[in-house]
C-alpha cells in the first residue's frame, strides 16, 4: 500500500514569513495529492490539491509543487498569519474499488504562526 | 448543500452499550468512508462504501459495525467498545469515477468508559 512521509512534524514562524512542508509517497502510481488543513476541534478541510499532470498549482498565498520523478510534493504558504497557525495533513491516495479511493495521509504539521 | 453532517456531536458509552454515529450527505456522493483520528494522528481509514457496498473494511473489529442505508445516509453502529475506541470519528463522502475531494464531516467525539 501506499506509504506517505511528512516533515516537520512541528514548525513555527513569524508572521510574515514562508513556511514550506514537505511530503514524500512510495507508489508511482499515485496522481492525486490533496492537502487538508485542520483547525483544533474541527474537521480536516481541503485546502489545495495537485493532480501529476502539473508541476506546481497556486492559490493566493497556498501553493503546492510536486516533483514526480522524485515522488515528493511540498505545500508553501507566503506571508503567513496567526490564522493559518492549524495542523496540516498531506495525503496520497489508492483505489478502493467502484471508483471510490482511500486515502492514505502523512502524519501532519502543526504550524504555529507566532504574532 | 456542501457539507457532510454527523450526530452527535459527543458521545460518552460505557463498555456495554450499544450506540450509533450517524452521517449525512445531500451532495449526490457515491463514496462514503469512517476514519478514526486520535488526538495528534492523522485520520485512519476504517470502511470505504462505493454505490451503497461496502469496498473496504480495514481489519477493524467487529464491535465496529457500518451500514449504508441509501445513498446519503452512513451509520455506524457501536457494541462493547473499549476505552481505547474513545476518539474523533469523522465521515467524508466523495464523488466517484476519479480523485475527488473528500469532504469530512465535523466528527462525533466518542468517549468510552
Known amino acids: 500500500g501506499e506509504n506517505v512521509e511528512q516533515h516537520p512534524s512541528t514548525l513555527s514562524v513569524q508572521e510574515g514569513d514562508s513556511a514550506v512542508i514537505k511530503c514524500t509517497y512510495s507508489?508511482?502510481?499515485?496522481?492525486?495529492f490533496p492537502w487538508y488543513k485542520q483547525e483544533l476541534g474541527k474537521r480536516p478541510q481541503l485546502i489545495i490539491d495537485i493532480r501529476s499532470n502539473v508541476g506546481e498549482k497556486k492559490d493566493q498565498r497556498i501553493a503546492v509543487t510536486l516533483n514526480k520523478t522524485a515522488k515528493h510534493f511540498s505545500l508553501h504558504i507566503t506571508e503567513t498569519q496567526p490564522e493559518d497557525s492549524a495542523v496540516y495533513f498531506c495525503?496520497?491516495?489508492?483505489?478502493?474499488?467502484?471508483?471510490?479511493?482511500?486515502?492514505?495521509f502523512g502524519k501532519g504539521t502543526k504550524l504555529s504562526v507566532i504574532p | 448543500d456542501t457539507e457532510v453532517t454527523q450526530t452527535p456531536k459527543h458521545l460518552v458509552m460505557g463498555m456495554t452499550n450499544k450506540k450509533s454515529l450517524k452521517c449525512e450527505q445531500h451532495m449526490g456522493h457515491r463514496a462514503m468512508y469512517w476514519y478514526k483520528q486520535k488526538a495528534k494522528k492523522p485520520p485512519e481509514l476504517m470502511f470505504v462504501?462505493?454505490?451503497?457496498?461496502?469496498?473496504i473494511n480495514e481489519s477493524v473489529p467487529s464491535r465496529f459495525s457500518p451500514e449504508c442505508p441509501n445513498s446519503s445516509l452512513l451509520n455506524l453502529h457501536l457494541h462493547a467498545l473499549q476505552p481505547e475506541d474513545s476518539a474523533l470519528y469523522l465521515c467524508?463522502?466523495?464523488?466517484?469515477?476519479?480523485?475527488?475531494?473528500?469532504?469530512f464531516g465535523p466528527g462525533t467525539r466518542l468517549t468510552v468508559l
Open positions: 507508489d508511482s502510481a499515485s496522481n492525486y
Open positions: 467524508a463522502s466523495s464523488q466517484v469515477a476519479s480523485y475527488n475531494e473528500q469532504f
Open positions: 495525503a496520497a491516495p489508492e483505489p478502493s474499488g467502484a471508483g471510490s479511493y482511500q486515502l492514505t
Open positions: 462504501y462505493s454505490y451503497e457496498k461496502l469496498s
